[in-house]
């Protein structure tokens, strides 16, 4: 199938038809920009600048008028420009949410990566902090970055970036995924063993927060504090559990970033912590 002859709308349907994963849920597109498009913008921006700095400007004298219809016309052909370049835009990728999973397709890998949340045993997701200026002040934003989904059996499958609406995803998998995997990890601890999230380790013995670290012993936790970073268009994500000690150093910090079903890591420790007589401060979920 040559999903780049397709419309998105008829590449994703088909998609869901032939790999029996539904109708689409949703659909996000990624359009590429050409150069026309971009350099357009840049010079349009520029002329409407320079008209604006030779309209207010009263040193020109009489060639004033000659300047002021120059930038006019470069005004004007930056326009055209634009609308070529719009009309010239063309898909790059697409990702289309069903009920059974998602699937995503580049046009630089003609076979869409799907996945089934069905098969699904891990979820990742990488987060990014940019700087924010706020008058003089600067702080910071968090934003979710990646999302990625790895099956049961089989590899990694491509992270879905922010482009592409990567927190619908998230929230996708929470409702889907999380019912599943959650449960099991309580299961384990109730059961004696370890809860694993890649390098940590949520057991009743307490908590490994590196592969090479000792875990901290239950009675040396004080207090368990959540922290959370909020999604696109409402709701929010467990972002870090921050650990209070008894013993040095006081804090410790586990970032849910990269962290494979970190995610979920909040409910599996304040299920143990509860059990353990620790406080929990923040939302779990």
């Given at each position: 199938?040559?999903?780049?002859?397709?419309?998105?709308?008829?590449?994703?349907?088909?998609?869901?038809?032939?790999?029996?994963?539904?109708?689409?849920?949703?659909?996000?597109?990624?359009?590429?920009?050409?150069?026309?498009?971009?350099?357009?913008?840049?010079?349009?921006?520029?002329?409407?600048?320079?008209l604006?700095?030779?309209?207010?400007?009263?040193?020109?004298?009489?060639?004033?008028?000659?300047i002021?219809?120059?930038?006019?016309?470069?005004?004007?052909?930056?326009?055209?420009?634009?609308a070529?370049?719009?009309?010239?835009?063309?898909?790059?990728g697409?990702l289309?949410?069903?009920?059974?999973?998602?699937?995503?397709?580049?046009?630089?890998?003609?076979?869409?990566?799907?996945?089934?949340?069905?098969?699904?045993?891990?979820?990742?997701?990488t987060?990014?902090?940019?700087?924010?200026?706020?008058?003089?002040?600067?702080?910071?934003?968090?934003?979710?970055?990646?999302?990625?989904?790895?099956?049961?059996?089989?590899?990694?499958?491509?992270?879905?970036?922010?482009?592409?609406g990567?927190w619908?995803?998230?929230?996708?998998?929470?409702?889907?995924?999380?019912?599943?995997v959650?449960p099991?990890?309580?299961?384990?601890?109730?059961?004696?063993?370890?809860?694993?999230f890649?390098?940590?380790?949520?057991?009743q013995?307490?908590?490994a927060?590196?592969?090479?670290?000792?875990?901290?012993?239950?009675?040396?936790?004080?207090?368990?504090r959540?922290?959370?970073?909020?999604?696109a268009?409402?709701?929010?994500?467990?972002?870090?559990?921050?650990l209070?000690?008894?013993?040095?150093?006081?804090?410790?910090?586990?970032?849910?970033?990269?962290?494979?079903?970190?995610?979920?890591?909040?409910?599996?420790?304040?299920?143990?912590a509860?059990?353990?007589?620790?406080?929990?401060?923040?939302?779990?979920?």
């Amino acid at each position: 199938m040559d999903l780049s002859q397709m419309t998105p709308e008829q590449a994703a349907a088909h998609v869901g038809r032939e790999l029996e994963l539904g109708d689409p849920m949703g659909l996000e597109r990624w359009r590429g920009n050409p150069a026309m498009l971009v350099l357009g913008w840049l010079l349009g921006v520029a002329a409407a600048l320079g008209l604006i700095i030779a309209g207010a400007d009263n040193h020109l004298g009489g060639s004033q008028p000659g300047i002021l219809g120059c930038l006019a016309a470069v005004l004007l052909a930056c326009v055209v420009m634009i609308a070529v370049g719009l009309r010239r835009r063309t898909v790059r990728g697409w990702l289309a949410r069903y009920q059974a999973g998602y699937a995503q397709w580049l046009a630089t890998d003609p076979v869409p990566s799907v996945v089934r949340w069905a098969t699904v045993a891990e979820v990742t997701v990488t987060f990014r902090t940019t700087t924010v200026y706020t008058g003089q002040a600067a702080g910071t934003s968090t934003h979710l970055h990646t999302f990625s989904a790895r099956p049961v059996t089989g590899r990694l499958a491509p992270a879905v970036g922010p482009r592409l609406g990567n927190w619908r995803l998230l929230k996708d998998a929470v409702r889907v995924v999380g019912p599943r995997v959650v449960p099991a990890a309580i299961a384990a601890y109730d059961a004696g063993r370890p809860a694993a999230f890649g390098p940590v380790r949520v057991g009743q013995d307490g908590v490994a927060v590196s592969a090479a670290g000792a875990p901290i012993s239950w009675p040396d936790v004080r207090s368990v504090r959540i922290g959370h970073v909020d999604l696109a268009r409402g709701g929010c994500v467990v972002r870090s559990v921050h650990l209070t000690c008894r013993v040095k150093p006081a804090h410790r910090v586990i970032e849910v970033s990269g962290l494979p079903n970190g995610i979920f890591l909040a409910r599996v420790i304040a299920h143990a912590a509860a059990a353990q007589g620790v406080p929990v401060r923040g939302r779990v979920s």
